[in-house]
């Protein structure tokens, strides 16, 4: 969204460039606990780190995800057990570092171009979104602990480990209905309406209104669905060509041998 709103490269780098020329610094303020590294040069140099800071968490998290699986098909991940044998608390220390880096990186961010981005005030727009993603999943990291460590005791025939997973989802399912109420205000219509702080940028970049039916036509997971009818279409055909093929082999199977007794008798003859 700061990416889309700040515009092409070449447009968002010539408004770093005057951002530096207003605030006269040439280099991001590392904040803490980074401070100790080398400053990045706010120019092409800082908008690709801080994009490849938080695209390196969605490689990480889909490769730690590949990862279970396969660890978990060998009984290898040992799921909510701080075990060093098994590959759960590696994926804990990985996952958690990727998701800190791209956090700061987006921080970061934040602070050097927050008079820029003010228009769309994505501090909010960037506390609801990243508490589903993060807030979540360290929250699952305490209620692991609490169980690993025997502060959740079980529950009739569930086992203290079942209960920290069934206080998980429920603790989700609450979080979920209170983000989807800060959604409602903070990604609002109201700042596409006319005089409205996004007005201006749909204006700039031309951006045609669609009616109503069809945004909401696109919004529906349709093509999923329709993407599924046509792979499960294609997967039919080829199970019924391959029993085509497969009956047509085996009649020409038979069809040979019927033939072949008349044929060797007939290469007898002509061999007498």
């Known amino acids: 969204l700061v990416l889309e709103f700040l515009g092409p490269t070449e447009v968002a780098l010539a ?31 800082f908008m690709d780190r801080c994009s490849i800071g938080v695209w390196q968490y ?7 995800a590949i990862a279970v699986i396969v660890f978990e098909q060998y009984d290898m991940y040992g799921e909510g057990h701080l075990d060093w044998g098994k590959f759960y608390v590696y994926n804990v220390l990985v996952v958690n570092m990727s ?33 589903v ?5 360290w929250q699952q990291m305490v209620v692991t602990f609490l169980a690993a460590y025997e502060m959740i005791d079980p529950v009739l ?15 989700i399912v609450v979080e979920m209905f209170i983000y989807a109420v800060a959604h409602r205000f903070v990604f609002t219509y109201i700042d596409f309406k006319a005089g409205g702080p996004l007005a201006k940028y749909l204006e700039e970049t031309k951006a045609q209104k669609e009616d109503t039916k069809k945004a909401i036509a696109e919004m529906l ?3 999923v669905l329709m993407e599924g009818k046509q792979y499960v279409d294609a997967v039919t055909k080829n199970i019924q060509n391959k029993f085509s093929f497969d009956s047509q082999e085996a009649d020409s199977s038979k069809k040979s041998g019927r033939r072949s007794p008349s ?7 002509n061999f007498a």
Not at 263 to 269: A, T, V
Request: hydrophobic share 40%.
């Open 15 to 45: 408004k770093l460039a005057k951002h530096t020329s207003v605030r006269g610094k040439q280099h991001a303020t590392m904040i803490i606990p980074c401070c100790c590294l080398r400053p990045w040069r706010l120019d092409s140099e």
């Open 58 to 64: 969605v490689f990480i998290r889909t490769s730690s």
């Open 157 to 171: 025939d569930y086992s203290s480990e079942d209960v920290a997973k069934a206080i998980q989802n429920l603790l």
């Open 263 to 269: 044929g060797g008798q007939d290469d007898d003859d």
């Open 133 to 137: 993603v993060f807030f979540s999943w």
């Open 99 to 131: 998701q800190c880096w791209a956090l700061y990186c987006l921080i970061l961010f934040y602070l050097e171009l927050k008079d820029e981005l003010a228009p769309i005030r994505p501090l909010g727009k960037f506390i609801v979104v990243k508490a």
């Open 221 to 223: 997971p349709t093509d």
